[in-house]
């Protein structure tokens, strides 16, 4: 009880007057936890209530757990929340193995509660045992620091576990001792599960023969490395506001900022990235983030790779990632009537293509951009319309005005390092398909107004 009551006040999991839905599954840990928050309650002035999910996976004895924690809850005089989820079938239409479906359902429903302000935390059963099984079975696939924290004793989404500086032995005897009973789940046993191998196979044999206290040695290890993980959070979330530009759905970030830090910062960075645009860090492992770290440092300045949920793209000193699929023909081709006036919205670009008419010369016309101004400046006089808005497409070329000759676009995007997918959709306008004006580049050379023109055509690009 002693332990417990530490844990709780090390990690403040509680404040007064929370309402904590404390998750049962009948088991002995979520059956002492419930009981060792009932005897905690008024020292925070905790709500309790109990919540239990029966995932349908073991028939008969699932429905024996839920009435058993329903008899539970009615015997503390708690409230219960119960809900029946077909896990088996979750489980088929997502391709998550059964443990995978069963903790992701959990966790929804955990969070609908959370996040309707039913609940203020909710409180789950795991123990120091399960700390050190989940450390160890991290370690065995491969895990970096992040993954040898183990399972957090808070979470940002309300989850708490004040079990967790206890053994699963010292939960059963405070269960004995109290006379306290609980189910047991055959599913435990089995050996068909990874983690029950390591619990009643790898863990037992390693502790005979290496380290008889290696429980406790993995739970410190979970210990340092979650005080390591929450030392770089702060320090990713300063460089991610330095060197990440996160421009929905895709993540941009220097090539050259990767190789100037150190490689442990350069891997955590690389890390954020991939969760600001896939979301989770599922699937991603050491592999896959020294094969970005290896695309931002090679000499040649573009290439292009895969990692599970996102497709990383470099570009002369530029890395993008973003989802895959985001530069598929359909969703990158377009082509508008300009009228004039007028305007038209680039599709995905968050940017507006402006035209107007303006009598006066084209000397003192301001059309309010960052470029020469008569670049952004055509003579009315000199085009027939009908005008069109399109992206550059391979092959594209016209005279820029000023230029002696006519230059590819492609040349031109080379020449100002213009990223790859950047070019996919760049605007031009074209007057009978002939381009009259690009983006940056500004009029041709046949139709930009001069000082002698009198009837000007301003074209503006506004972020939408």
Not at 161 to 188: F, H, K, T
Not at 267 to 281: F, N, P
Request: aromatic residues 8%.
């Amino acid at each position: 009880m002693q332990r417990v009551d530490e844990n709780i006040t090390r990690y403040s999991m509680f404040a007064a007057g929370h309402r904590v839905g404390v998750a049962v599954s009948g088991g002995a840990d979520s059956v002492c936890l419930l009981h060792v928050l009932v005897e905690l309650r008024e020292r925070w002035n905790l709500v309790l209530s109990v919540l239990h999910l029966d995932h349908q996976l073991r028939g008969e004895e699932s429905r024996n757990d839920a009435q058993f924690v329903a008899d539970l809850a009615r015997s503390l005089d708690l409230p219960l929340y119960a809900d029946v989820i077909d896990i088996a079938r979750f489980a088929a239409e997502t391709g998550d193995n059964l443990e995978q479906a069963a903790r992701r359902e959990r966790r929804r429903v955990f969070g609908e509660l959370l996040r309707a302000a039913k609940l203020d935390r909710v409180a789950l059963g795991h123990t120091r045992s399960d700390q050190a099984e989940t450390v160890l079975f991290r370690f065995l696939r491969g895990s970096g620091t992040a993954g040898l924290a183990g399972i957090r004793p808070v979470t940002e989404d309300g989850l708490v576990r004040p079990l967790l500086a206890v053994d699963r032995a010292d939960v059963e005897q405070y269960l004995r001792e109290r006379g306290i009973a609980w189910r047991e789940d055959a599913s435990n046993s089995s050996l068909a599960f990874a983690r029950n191998r390591i619990r009643h196979q790898l863990l037992p044999e390693l502790q005979r023969d290496w380290n008889p206290a290696l429980v406790e040695t993995l739970a410190h290890t979970a210990d340092w490395a979650f005080e390591e993980e929450a030392w770089w959070a702060g320090e990713i979330e300063r460089l991610a506001a330095i060197h990440l530009e996160i421009k929905p759905p895709a993540v941009y970030l220097r090539a050259q900022a990767l190789e100037d830090l150190a490689p442990a910062a350069a891997r955590r960075l690389t890390r954020r990235a991939i969760e600001c645009v896939k979301g989770d860090l599922l699937g991603i492992d050491f592999s896959h983030v020294r094969q970005i770290l290896a695309l931002s440092v090679q000499q040649q300045g573009d290439g292009r790779l895969q990692v599970p949920g996102v497709d990383v793209f470099r570009s002369f000193e530029w890395l993008r990632l973003a989802p895959p699929g985001l530069d598929t023909l359909e969703n990158r081709n377009y082509r508008y009537a300009l009228a004039v006036p007028g305007s038209v919205a680039l599709p995905g670009a968050g940017a507006v293509i402006e035209a107007e008419v303006i009598e006066t010369k084209a000397s003192t016309v301001a059309p309010d951009s960052g470029y020469n101004e008569e670049a952004w400046c055509l003579d009315w006089d000199r085009l027939s319309g009908p005008l069109e808005v399109r992206n550059w497409r391979p092959g594209d070329q016209y005279r820029p005005a000023g230029h002696l000759g006519d230059e590819k676009m492609k040349i031109l995007f080379q020449r100002e390092r213009i990223p790859l997918w950047e070019r996919r959709s760049w605007p031009i306008i074209t007057n009978h398909d002939e381009i009259v004006w690009a983006r940056r580049f500004g009029a041709a050379s046949h139709a930009a107004a001069t000082p002698d023109s009198r009837n000007i055509l301003r074209i503006r690009e506004i972020p939408a």
